[in-house]
C-alpha cells in the first residue's frame, strides 16, 4: 500500500473512532502540533504534583540539533494529537505515533485534575484501540510509572498485559504495557507466558521447540 | 549541503573509518547491501550456536505483511549498518544496526559462525561500534538479548553498557534491554534513578530533582 494511502486510512479510522463526543459534555477533536503542546504543558502543570525533571537541560545547543538533524532523517510517522474539550475549555490532551516495526506507542494523556476518575480515560481507551487497530497496527505500546494504578488499571481491564519494566533516566521505574491487536502475536505472548496455545501455534506454522 | 545531507555524510564517514578494515588477525570488516548481508545472516544462524527464534511469517496474512511493509514506507529508510566479518573471501559474522528515534541507536543483531565464537571477535567488534555510533552523533546505543545469553551480556557489561529493562516478546521470549549512554548527562540521570546518585551534579545542570 502506498504511503499516502495509509495516512488516508489513519485519518479515515481517526475520524471515525477519535473525533466527536467522548462523554456527555466533552468532546475530542485533532489539534496541530504547537496548539497541541501549549495545552499539553498548561494541562502537565495541574495534572500531576510528579512531573518527570526536563532532561533537555542536560543538553547543550549542539547536541540538541544533532539528534534534531538525525531524528529529521526520517520523515514524519503517523501520529495523533488530540484535544479533549468541555465547550471552549481544552480539558485534556492525548498524543500517540507509530513506533518501530509495526507498534503504535501510546506517548502520553494528560486530564486535568478536576476532571480525572471521572471515566474520561476508560471510554477513550477502547476507541483508540478500535482507531489503531483499524489501520492495521500489529501492537499498542505504553510506558507508565510503575505506581500509576489510575491508568495500569483501566489498561489492564482493557486486555493490555504488562511485557516488562524498564528504568528510565527522564521517568525513573517504568511498567511496558502492550496489547497485541493480531491474534497469533497475542497466543504466542500467552504461549511463551504459560505454554497455552501450542498445539493452535504448530498448526499455523510456527516451529516451536 | 542540507541538515540531512550533513547527518548521513557523517554517519557515511564514521562507518567507514571505523567499521571497514581489519577487525582482528585474518578477519576484516565490510559494508553490504540489505539482500547481501541478509543471505549471509540466514546463512549463519543455522551455524551459530544461537536458537533461532522462531520463524513468525506464517501467522502473518499477505494482507498483514503488507500493511507492516506500508507502515515502514510511511517514515522512509533509517540510517544502518550491514557489516560482514569476512576471514578472507568467507563470511563468517554478520551485523545489522539501525537508527531509531529519538537520538536512539538499535543494535538489531550480530551473529558469528560458531567455530570462529569465543575467539574475541564481538569483543574487538563492540568498541569499534560504539565509537561510530557516538562520532554520527546518537545519545544512546540499545540491545535486547536473551535473558541467558551469557556469551553477549558479559563483554557488553564489561564494555559499559547497563541492564535497563525486561521484556517478554513473542518471538524472543524474555529478553533483557542493554544501554549504553554516549550523553555523559542522561548517564549521571540513569544512575540517580538507581541509586540517587549525581544529585548535585544534576542540579547543578539545572535539572529539577524532587
New interface residues.
Given amino acids: 500500500m502506498p504511503p499516502d494511502d495509509v495516512r488516508a486510512l489513519f485519518d479515515d479510522a481517526t475520524r471515525r473512532h477519535l473525533l466527536g463526543e467522548l462523554a456527555p459534555g466533552v468532546a475530542i477533536r485533532a489539534a496541530p502540533a504547537d496548539e497541541h503542546e501549549a495545552h499539553e504543558d498548561r494541562l502537565w502543570a495541574t495534572a500531576t504534583d510528579r512531573r518527570p525533571p526536563d532532561s533537555s537541560r542536560l543538553f547543550g545547543d549542539g547536541d540538541r540539533a544533532r539528534v534534531r538533524a538525525i531524528d529529521g532523517l526520517r520523515g514524519a510517522g503517523l501520529e495523533h494529537r488530540l484535544l479533549f474539550c468541555a465547550g471552549d475549555d481544552v480539558v485534556g490532551t492525548f498524543r500517540g505515533a507509530q513506533g518501530e516495526r509495526g507498534t503504535y506507542v501510546m506517548w502520553n494523556t494528560v486530564v486535568r485534575r478536576d476532571l480525572q476518575r471521572r471515566g474520561l480515560y476508560r471510554a477513550f481507551l477502547p476507541r483508540l484501540i478500535a482507531a489503531v487497530r483499524e489501520v492495521g497496527f500489529r501492537e499498542i505500546h505504553s510506558r507508565h510509572h510503575a505506581d500509576n494504578n489510575a491508568v495500569l488499571v483501566p489498561k489492564l481491564r482493557a486486555g493490555f498485559v504488562i511485557t516488562g519494566f524498564e528504568v528510565s533516566p527522564r521517568d525513573g521505574i517504568l511498567v511496558d504495557l502492550r496489547v497485541f491487536l493480531h491474534d497469533g502475536l497475542g497466543k504466542l505472548f500467552a504461549h511463551l507466558i504459560d505454554g497455552s496455545h501450542a498445539a493452535e501455534l504448530r498448526a499455523a506454522g510456527v516451529a516451536l521447540p | 549541503m542540507n ?2 545531507d ?3 555524510a557523517r554517519f557515511d564517514d564514521a562507518t567507514r573509518r571505523h567499521l571497514t578494515g581489519p577487525l582482528v588477525p585474518g578477519v576484516d570488516l565490510r559494508l553490504a547491501t540489505a539482500d547481501e548481508h541478509q543471505a549471509h545472516q540466514d546463512a549463519l544462524w543455522a551455524s551459530s550456536s544461537e ?1 533461532p527464534p ?3 511469517q ?3 496474512s499477505d ?2 505483511r ?6 515502514a ?7 544502518s549498518h550491514r557489516v560482514l566479518l569476512c576471514a578472507g573471501d568467507e563470511v563468517v559474522g554478520s551485523y545489522h544496526g539501525v ?5 536512539r541507536y ?1 543494535m538489531v543483531n550480530t551473529v558469528v559462525r560458531r567455530d570462529v565464537q569465543g575467539r574475541g571477535l564481538y569483543r574487538a567488534f563492540l568498541p569499534r561500534v560504539v565509537a561510530a555510533v557516538r562520532e ?4 544512546e546505543i540499545y540491545s535486547r538479548h536473551r535473558a541467558d545469553n551469557n556469551a553477549v551480556l558479559v563483554p557488553k557489561l564489561k564494555a559499559g553498557f547497563h541492564i ?8 524472543w ?2 529478553l533483557v ?1 542493554l544501554r549504553l ?1 554516549l ?1 555523559d ?2 548517564g549521571r ?2 544512575h ?3 541509586d540517587g546518585s549525581h544529585a548535585a551534579e ?1 542540579r547543578a ?5 524532587p
Avoid: I, M, N, W
Fill in positions: 541538515a540531512a550533513d547527518v548521513r536458537q522462531p520463524d513468525l506464517p501467522l502473518f494482507g498483514d503488507a500493511a507492516f511493509a506500508a507502515f514506507a510511511v517514515r522512509g529508510p533509517a540510517l537508527q531509531e528515534d529519538h537520538g538499535y554520527a552523533g546518537f545519545r535497563a529493562a525486561f521484556e517478554v516478546t513473542p518471538r521470549g524474555l534491554h549512554y550523553h548527562g542522561l540521570l540513569f540517580h534513578r538507581v544534576l545542570a539545572g535539572l529539577s530533582l
